[in-house]
């Protein structure tokens, strides 16, 4: 059975540093595409990163570009989105996609 489990969210102040892992299990994960989005608060879903299945190809946004930074470690079937100097704005649910297999989510908060 497909399944992918982001962890790594949290309560955290305005400046630090976060990084969020997601594992996939029950298919192929070096064969897949995979991408991180996040959901603010009355806010549709938006995209934040993608990588290729090799890990060669990357994409992020340009209003997280400076502070976010997506990767993977195939052998492990897990990939991060390390998010750095976080603003009260980074608030939201943040969510990876392997391939076309959603996650539950994880909550980042944002707030002195």
């Known amino acids: 059975q497909a399944q992918v489990v982001e962890s790594g969210g949290g309560l955290v102040q305005p400046g630090g540093s976060l990084r969020l892992s997601c594992v996939a299990s029950g298919f192929t994960f070096d064969t897949l595409g995979l991408g991180w989005y996040r959901q603010a608060p009355g806010k549709e879903r938006e995209l934040l990163a993608t990588?290729?299945?090799?890990?060669?190809?990357?994409y992020t946004s340009d209003s997280v570009r400076e502070r976010f930074t997506v990767s993977r470690d195939n052998p492990k079937s897990t990939t991060y989105l390390q998010i750095k100097d976080l603003k009260p704005e980074d608030t939201g649910v943040y969510y990876c996609?392997?391939?076309?297999?959603w996650g539950q989510g994880t909550l980042v908060n944002v707030s002195s």
């Open positions: 990588m290729n299945r090799s890990g060669g190809d990357t």
């Open positions: 996609r392997v391939g076309l297999e």
